[in-house]
């Protein structure tokens, strides 16, 4: 089983609606975990940390389900610059070891 | 802060040459990364370093060489360029220190075309 795994998409979907990715970890002792974002030829951005209590950012939803080793990021609303691909991110330790990145969920938003 | 800055951005090297990609990151992040991503993959770590005098080897870091002599630098080397290193690289930083020590910042990446 791969360290992290995503859906590599492509969701299209229309403006307006909702959309949710899901990414499960190998790892059970995982520490943190963290979706960025990546926009075509650009560099990869932190979207938001993902909290055990589950977190929200504007239309931006993340969850945690230790228990079964996945993550999930909601999408309200889309917009057309919602428009990228989505990686899930995971640190398979505790302390700093290097991150894991998921392939990435491609998203496109069509008007 | 200018962040993580990378040069150059494109280049196109013959196989057999050599070049460094030059990485500097002005937040007194002691750690740094170095990844590859190819067309439409993701991302693949070919090393890091935790500080100054500190590196260590990703997933991929055949054909590559590091070096960290300074908290701000770490340059990437290609000694010999074969066409499979064809790809966009990334350089990255993060700090331990508080709640957003995870958080990676990436350079804009340098694209090299081996040919």
């Known amino acids: 089983r791969k360290e992290v795994e995503q859906d590599p998409g492509p969701f299209n979907v229309p403006e307006g609606a909702t959309v949710a990715f899901n990414c499960t970890y190998s790892n059970s002792a995982s520490q943190s975990f963290f979706w960025y974002r990546q926009d075509c030829r650009k560099e990869p951005k932190l979207l938001m940390s993902v909290y055990s209590s589950g977190n929200e950012d504007g239309r931006f939803t993340a969850q945690l389900n230790r228990a079964s080793q996945y993550i999930s990021l909601l999408i309200r609303d889309s917009k057309l610059s919602d428009s990228a691909t989505y990686l899930c991110v995971v640190n398979p330790f505790s302390g700093n070891t290097p991150l894991v990145f998921g392939k990435g969920t491609r998203l496109s938003v069509i008007a | 802060n200018a962040g993580v800055t990378q040069t150059p951005k494109f280049r196109i090297l013959k196989i057999g040459q050599s070049m460094t990609l030059q990485c500097t990151q002005d937040m007194n992040h002691n750690y740094m990364y170095w990844y590859r991503q190819d067309p439409g993959m993701g991302l693949k770590l070919i090393y890091y370093s935790v500080g100054a005098g500190i590196t260590d080897k990703g997933e991929v870091p055949n054909g590559y060489n590091v070096s960290r002599s300074t908290t701000e630098d770490f340059p990437l080397r290609l000694e010999l360029a074969a066409p499979s290193q064809t790809s966009v690289y990334f350089c990255?930083?993060?700090?331990?220190?508080?709640?957003?020590?995870?958080?990676?910042?990436f350079g804009p990446g340098t694209r090299l075309l081996v040919l």
């Open positions: 990255a930083s993060s700090s331990p220190a508080g709640h957003n020590q995870e958080t990676q910042y």
